[in-house]
Structures are given as structure tokens and as C-alpha cells.
């Protein structure tokens, strides 16, 4: 069984650029949150897709966006980047919409200088 | 939006020590998490609770869903070294929200030799 892996792992990106962030969920697992973390708080939740379409999201912007591919992987898109986005994002990946036992990724720590 | 208080914010005990942390939260929740996060990694499933009342067990950790539905707590008992790190509380109040977890400050654990 493969856990839920995350690519890159570091990112260093220009305040107004555009990343994606990529998340390979756990086998068995269809349904993938994203969360970001900024330094020295707890995870704050963005969104969550399930059979590839969004399934809540948090209080964040229009310009973070995901998809979700029919193999469950999933990427997170952040358009127009500032400084505050600037944080580590994990990816957790749960079996079906309650996200009860999710399970996460190591995370990709995205810099914005 | 629903917040989770997490105390305390800090502990430094020697090892062999219990340890005792706890979580509140501003309105019921119907399942309560404990995750444990190390520096450059992603939060990792410590025990999942998901009745009122419910005490489970996992080797040395102990949690348990408060009555209320609004509070939970996490006790480790004879720490070792190993147990450094901070530990999170999170949880979801289901219905609408079920896919959206709610995570604490978390508890930063210094366990000395």
C-alpha cells in the first residue's frame, strides 16, 4: 500500500506567478483535501475533491484552485501569488466525503519571495 | 468560523513523565482527531474518536471524546524521547461540513532525557 506522496517537496516562486502542486493519494482512497500551514499554526483547510468535483471548500480565493483526475490524484493551483501564500500545503487523502482517518502527505513547502 | 482552542500551547517534561493536552471547541463536534507532526513532515493519525464518551487507546496515547461533544484529550503516559513533536487536535461536526476538517494550535511536546 502506497501512502499519499506530494511533489515537490520545495518551491520558490515570484509574488504574482502561478504553481501547481501535485498529490498522488493513498491506494483505496478516493476523496483528497488540500490544507495550507503557515509557519507555527495548524493546517487550515482549502478544499476538498471527491470523484473530481469540489466538495466544500474553505475561506480561501477564487485564485486557489484544484482538479481531481479520475486516478484520485489531485493538483492545487495558486494564481497571483503574494507573499502570505507563502506556507507548507498538505494533501490528505480519505475514503469517500467524510474525511474522518485522513491521511497525509509530507508536504510542499512553497515560498514567495 | 469555528475555532479550536488547544492547551497548553507548550510543554517541557522529563522523560518518563505523563503528559496531558486538551481541545475545545466553540460548537459539537461529531468526530475529534489527534495527529502528531514533525519537523518537515506532514500531520500523521495518531487515534480517531467518534463517539461522546469514547476512551481508545493507542500503545502509551490515550484519547477521549468529551461529553459535551465540544472538548477532547490526549494523554501520553511515560514519554520517551521519541515523542517530541507537536501534537494536533482536529476535528469535523459533520452534516455539511463533514469534509472539512478544523484543526487546533497545537501543543508543542519537549520531552528531556
Known amino acids: 500500500e502506497t501512502g499519499v506522496t506530494q511533489s515537490p517537496t520545495h518551491l520558490i516562486k515570484t509574488r504574482g506567478q502561478q504553481v501547481t502542486l501535485r498529490c498522488s493519494s493513498q491506494s483505496g482512497h478516493n476523496t483528497v483535501s488540500w490544507y495550507q500551514q503557515a509557519l507555527g499554526q495548524g493546517p487550515q483547510f482549502i478544499f476538498q475533491?471527491?470523484?473530481?468535483?469540489?466538495?466544500g471548500r474553505g475561506n480561501f480565493p477564487p485564485r486557489f484552485s484544484g482538479l481531481q483526475f479520475p486516478n484520485y490524484s489531485s493538483e492545487l493551483n495558486v494564481n497571483a501569488l503574494e507573499l502570505d501564500d507563502s506556507a507548507l500545503y498538505l494533501c490528505a487523502s480519505s475514503f469517500a466525503r467524510v474525511n474522518t482517518e485522513a491521511f497525509f502527505g509530507q508536504g510542499t513547502r512553497l515560498t514567495v519571495v | 468560523g469555528q475555532q479550536l482552542n488547544q492547551s497548553p500551547q507548550s510543554m517541557f517534561i522529563q522523560e518518563g513523565e505523563d503528559v496531558s493536552m486538551n481541545c475545545t471547541s466553540s460548537?459539537?463536534?461529531?468526530?475529534w482527531l489527534w495527529y502528531k507532526q514533525e519537523p518537515g513532515e506532514g500531520p500523521v493519525l495518531l487515534i480517531a474518536?467518534?463517539?461522546?464518551?469514547e476512551l481508545t487507546s493507542n500503545g502509551r496515547l490515550t484519547a477521549q471524546f468529551g461529553i459535551t461533544r465540544k472538548d477532547s484529550f490526549l494523554n501520553i503516559s511515560a514519554s520517551i524521547p521519541s515523542d517530541v513533536g507537536i501534537y494536533f487536535c482536529?476535528?469535523?461536526?459533520?452534516?455539511?461540513?463533514?469534509?472539512?476538517?478544523?484543526f487546533g494550535q497545537g501543543t508543542i511536546l519537549t520531552v528531556h532525557p
Open positions: 474518536l467518534y463517539k461522546a464518551g
Open positions: 460548537s459539537i463536534f461529531n468526530t
Open positions: 475533491y471527491y470523484r473530481e468535483e469540489e466538495n
Open positions: 482536529a476535528g469535523t461536526p459533520g452534516g455539511t461540513s463533514y469534509g472539512k476538517l478544523t
